[in-house]
T-cell receptor, first 115, second 116 residues
Framework: GAGVSQSPRYKVAKRGQDVALRCDPI?????LFWYQQALGQGPEFLTY????????KSGLPSDRFFAERPEGSVSTLKIQRTQQEDSAVYLC?????????????FGPGTRLTVL | AQKVTQAQTEISVVEKEDVTLDCVYE???????LFWYKQPPSGELVFLIR??????QNEISGRYSWNFQKSTSSFNFTITASQVVDSAVYFC?????????????FGTGTRLTVIP
């Protein structure tokens, strides 16, 4: 398919473990976004990339969260020493350009449960 | 402060009824975009519509229509003759030009249940 894909779809981690969530954006899309969606809430912005450059990481909740996109395509969101409050769905989105009007296409999300 | 407010947490309607989902936004930008997304039980966000701040013309797409009013900072969404397949969580979102990017600010969503 040509959509945004994310893996794994579900992840269960024990508190204190490190996790890595992967996002494959639509081919050719310049911009990539990560959002966190807690249960019963709307998605909240974490960070975004333009190609390989991380232009804004103001939404990352702590220094345990780290995102990268080394070659300007696939991105990984890493969470170190997971805590129960990290339990959420992590959504990735991509858009063709980086502009206020560009539609973002969302992936199915990774549901992270921290025990 | 919440940039997007969706005051209706849950709405239930009987099939074929019309339903309006409210969205109120807050921004100091003169150039911004408003969006509606649908999130079915599968979890994936589905884009429905995008409007820019300079176009207040209402839009209709099949059973869906949107009413954008800058005077009240509202961007409401109406589903006519609702169907069971419309059951989902609907999110209103805002994108501001001042950020230099198009990261979205979402409301907390309205869960719509259409009862057959």
């Amino acid at each position: 398919g040509a959509g945004v894909s994310q893996s794994p779809r579900y992840k269960v981690a024990k508190r204190g473990q490190d996790v890595a969530l992967r996002c494959d954006p639509i081919s050719g899309h310049v911009s990539l976004f990560w959002y966190q969606q807690a249960l019963g809430q709307g998605p909240e912005f974490l960070t975004y990339f333009q190609n390989e450059a991380q232009l804004d990481k103001s939404g990352l909740p702590s220094d345990r969260f780290f995102a990268e996109r080394p070659e300007g395509s696939v991105s990984t969101l890493k969470i170190q020493r997971t805590q129960q409050e990290d339990s959420a769905v992590y959504l990735c989105a991509s858009s063709f350009l980086l502009g206020v009007r560009d539609e973002q296409f969302f992936g199915p999300g990774t549901r992270l449960t921290v025990l | 402060a919440q940039k997007v407010t969706q005051a209706q947490t849950e709405i239930s309607v009987v099939e074929k009824e019309d339903v309006t989902l409210d969205c109120v936004y807050e921004t100091r930008d003169t150039t911004y975009y408003l969006f509606w997304y649908k999130q079915p039980p599968s979890g994936e966000l589905v884009f429905l519509i995008r409007r820019n701040s300079f176009d207040e013309q209402n839009e209709i797409s099949g059973r869906y229509s949107w009413n954008f009013q800058k005077s009240t900072s509202s961007f409401n969404f109406t589903i006519t003759a609702s169907q069971v397949v419309d059951s989902a969580v609907y999110f209103c979102a805002l994108s501001e030009s001042a950020t230099g990017a198009n990261n979205l600010f979402f409301g907390t969503g309205t869960r719509l249940t259409v009862i057959p």
